[in-house]
């Protein structure tokens, strides 16, 4: 099949790049330049200043897997049943080969390529938001007793050659909202393909451009409820080859046995941005947890900064002010 796709290049490649066309305009950094908040424990804070690095883990791993599975599942059923795409086809051996490239993308994604796939979650932060959410803290800050590491995506310059990382934004949509959207993307595809001759050597490019619109939808939705995260994800897709990236694939032995991960250095990182930019220049400020309001705790967290070679960001932590406590 994807010999196929070598020896022909098919125009749909190009006609289906329209299904892309209702991704708002700021869903990814490139466009919008916001502040992230990573909020976690001390002790993950304290590990990422040390290592210059961040951990990035399979969405199954989240607490939004049953998203996941669903959108692509869910898209699955809507492309093999829609009416619309078959009466576009309008030749039953067309539609066939349809549904088995699309199968067969969605079987290759799910054994080779969605084991290696990783997301690292950030929330969106305003300038005037100094304590943090706290929503956030409750949720991923240890009920308050943990801190925040909030970047500046202005000050990262991509990449001019193609890459399997990205920063994009999360949209939220109830269960109903989704199955409406699969259903107008469906139209959607199946009008292209009624608008123009389709030969029997453009069906994988079909197939293909819409396997690939539906992950991902899958990669970067959740569910409504959790819309007060505005959430942002450092996603990793392995379908673009880059060898830079292969020495950071890793693991994590941890309480629920050994997963994968991909720990996505700064220092390298760097070298694959265009630009200098390393892991200072692109931190905003600190914040520590309500819980964890005290001088002292604001002492030693500008202590572990001089530690680890960060001591110009010292002026840049701040303690929440939110007049909260946890129960622990």
Known sequence: MMQEREEYNSPFYELMDSIYSDIPLDQEFYQSKPLLAHY??????????????????????????????????????V??????????????????KFISYLEFKYKYFRDEHFPDTYIF???QIGEDEVDGRLSMWRAYGFDGNGAAIVFDTSKISPSPDATPLRIVKVEYKSNIERDKWLTAKALEIAKIIQSNPVDA??????????FERLKLAALVTKHIGFAEEQEWRVMFTPDIKDERFDEMKS??????????????????????????????????????????????????????????????????????????????
Not at 55 to 77: F, Q
Not at 79 to 96: C, V
Not at 201 to 210: E, G, K, L, T, V
């Open 79 to 96: 492309m093999i049943e829609s009416k619309d795409i078959a009466a576009a086809f309008n030749n039953a051996e067309f539609h066939r």
């Open 40 to 77: 976690s424990s001390l002790a993950n804070i304290e590990s990422i200043l040390n290592s210059r690095e961040v951990w990035l883990a399979n969405p199954t791993l989240m607490n939004d897997r049953e998203e996941l599975e669903y959108g692509l599942d869910k898209a699955m059923d």
């Open 251 to 328: 693991y994590y032995n941890g309480p629920n046995g050994i997963e994968p991960r991909l720990k996505l250095n700064f220092d390298k990182l760097e070298k694959m941005s265009d630009g200098d930019t390393k892991f200072g220049d692109i931190v905003c400020n600190f914040i520590l947890g309500p819980t964890r309001s005290s001088n002292l705790n604001l002492i030693s967290f500008r202590r572990m900064l001089e530690r680890y070679g960060l001591g110009h960001l010292k002026d840049k932590v701040a303690v929440s002010t939110i007049p909260y406590r946890s129960k622990a």
């Open 201 to 210: 050597r453009d069906i994988f490019a079909i197939a293909y451009q819409s």
């Open 121 to 123: 979650c950030l929330s």
